[in-house]
């Protein structure tokens, strides 16, 4: 999962093209803040990474979820 966030918040759309099918799981949330994978890419504005995620079905599922502030991915 660690591998997931990192290359989310960083960027790296083809390493998560490599971890979405190996089994990294998009849906799991962070204890305290709420973001999802899909959010923490959304808030540093990397497009391509969001065009990977949205592309599984897994990370889909997300899209309406909310962070402790009741934010969304899309907001």
């Given at each position: 999962l660690f591998a997931l966030v990192y290359a989310c918040k960083k960027g790296y759309?083809?390493?998560?093209?490599?971890?979405?099918?190996?089994?990294?799981?998009?849906t799991?949330?962070?204890?305290?803040?709420?973001?999802?994978v899909l959010m923490e890419a959304c808030v540093r504005g990397h497009l391509e990474t969001v065009k990977v995620l949205l592309q599984?079905?897994?990370a889909?599922?997300?899209?309406n979820a909310t962070d402790?502030?009741?934010?969304?991915?899309?907001v």
């Open positions: 759309s083809e390493l998560v093209e490599e971890l979405l099918p190996a089994g990294a799981d998009p799991v949330a962070h204890a305290q803040t709420g973001r999802n599984h079905e897994r889909r599922r997300v899209v402790s502030l009741g934010q969304t991915a899309l």
